[in-house]
């Protein structure tokens, strides 16, 4: 089992930065994927952007440019940076691990990120 843990959301100025932290505890080992997804109020959930554990990344069209995801030195740790923050980057961010075997994608409980003035 692998359980994750989310922080750096909060409230942001249009325009501005925030950086989101993701560390996994229990069975990293298993992990060959990491990523976030967000959901906004009254929509579905959606891909922001992973990175594989070779280091492959991977992002939705309107996150580039503006959000890199990325890994801490010891791979159990993943980044969001977000710059120039919009209204339509509120949302309740997700992180997520895809791991080999028959484990199913675990879910951190989110961080929520407002963008507003």
């Known amino acids: 089992q692998v359980q994750l843990v989310e922080s750096g959301g909060g409230l942001v100025q249009p325009g501005g930065s925030l950086r989101l932290s993701c560390v996994a505890s229990g069975n990293i080992f298993s992990i060959y994927r990491m990523g976030w997804y967000r959901q906004a109020p009254g929509k579905e959930r959606e891909l922001v952007a992973t990175?594989?554990?070779?280091?492959?990344?991977n992002y939705a069209d309107s996150m580039k440019g503006r959000f890199t995801i990325s890994r801490g030195n010891t791979k159990n740790t993943v980044y969001l940076q977000m710059n120039s923050l919009g209204p339509e980057d509120t949302a309740v961010y997700y992180c997520?691990?895809?791991?080999?075997?028959?484990?199913?994608?675990?879910w951190g409980q989110g961080t929520l990120v407002i963008v507003s003035s």
């Open positions: 997520n691990a895809l791991q080999r075997g028959p484990s199913p994608a675990a």
């Open positions: 990175i594989t554990d070779s280091g492959n990344t």
